[in-house]
């Protein structure tokens, strides 16, 4: 079946294709060789995720996305450095790195950035966190709850101080949790809050995506990739931010010797095939999840229409074309 729906975007890409958006030695060059290999599999815009790193590190980065004249980068999605310093919630992040919320902080970043900051991961139990996230929210810079160990109060404190989304719900916290309740079922319960979910197969149980879609519905749920720069490639040892992962032959990325997942390999037309299977939607709606309804949330519009077909049968969807 031939399908035509608006361009895919993800609101969380660290690297793609080789390129590790986190490596102070990115170039313009290279992150447009990037977006043109993201553009093959629809993705025709994207906030490229810079990761918990130093001030210096930072800035590098994102002075170079900020300079790149490309209509697909939507703006940068700073994840971190204002997160939990504890082992499993942090996830990937360097724990040296790791600071309290602070808006003077925050300031600094921007300006290296250029004012691109559109979307602000952070824990809500840092201290300062709070009162930044009222800060951001009044300033129209989005802001999501991951890699935390937020209680329920906390959690709720964070969606009224101005917090609207959760960034890859379900990873980035502690392995082991309380049956209930817990910051999961807080903010799956939590209707002011969309979720971004990661459906590689990896991060979350199908059970879990059909039952967190079921949760939040399909027009607030959100598939992104959080795809690092070993996605695009051949099974392998790669980096986000100085930080080594390895690529495995089943497409998982962990950090090496350990089970512990370090960004994806993900793309967004296979989260879509994953998605469908894993909770029976239709095609059309969960390609929504991937375009039209991460543009609302950020408040930007998508770009250009993605020509593909689909294989109901297999389950596959293949990208033919990427009208402007």
Known sequence: ????????????????????????????????DAVLRLRRHGV?????????????SFAACARVIASARDASIAGIHMEGPFISPVDGPRGAHPRAHVAAASYEVFQRRQDAADGRIVLVTLAPEVPGALPLIERLAAAGVRVAIGHSAATSAEIADAVSAGATLSTHLGN??????????????????????????IVDGHHLPASTVKAMTRAKG?????????????????????????VECELHGDGRVSLPGTPFLAGSSLTLDRAIENTVRFTGLPVADVSAMAS?????????????????????????????????
């Open 292 to 324: 039209t309804g991460p543009a609302r949330y950020i408040g930007m519009p998508t770009a250009g229409t993605v020509v593909a077909d689909w294989d109901s049968s297999a389950g596959s969807l293949t990208v033919v074309d990427v009208r402007h």
């Open 172 to 197: 980035g916290c502690a392995a082991d949790l309380p049956r209930h309740p817990n910051l999961i079922w807080d903010q799956l319960a939590d209707d002011r809050l969309h979720a971004s979910v």
């Open 1 to 32: 079946m031939r399908l035509e729906f608006p361009g895919l975007f993800d609101l969380q890409v660290n690297g793609f294709g080789g390129v590790d958006f986190n490596d102070p030695a990115l170039t313009v060059e290279c992150l447009g």
């Open 44 to 56: 025709t815009r994207l906030l490229p995720t810079l990761i918990t790193s130093s001030p210096d």
């Open 218 to 242: 399909p027009e607030r749920t959100i598939l992104v990739s959080d795809a690092i720069a070993a996605a695009g490639c051949n099974p392998g040892r790669y980096t986000i931010g100085g």
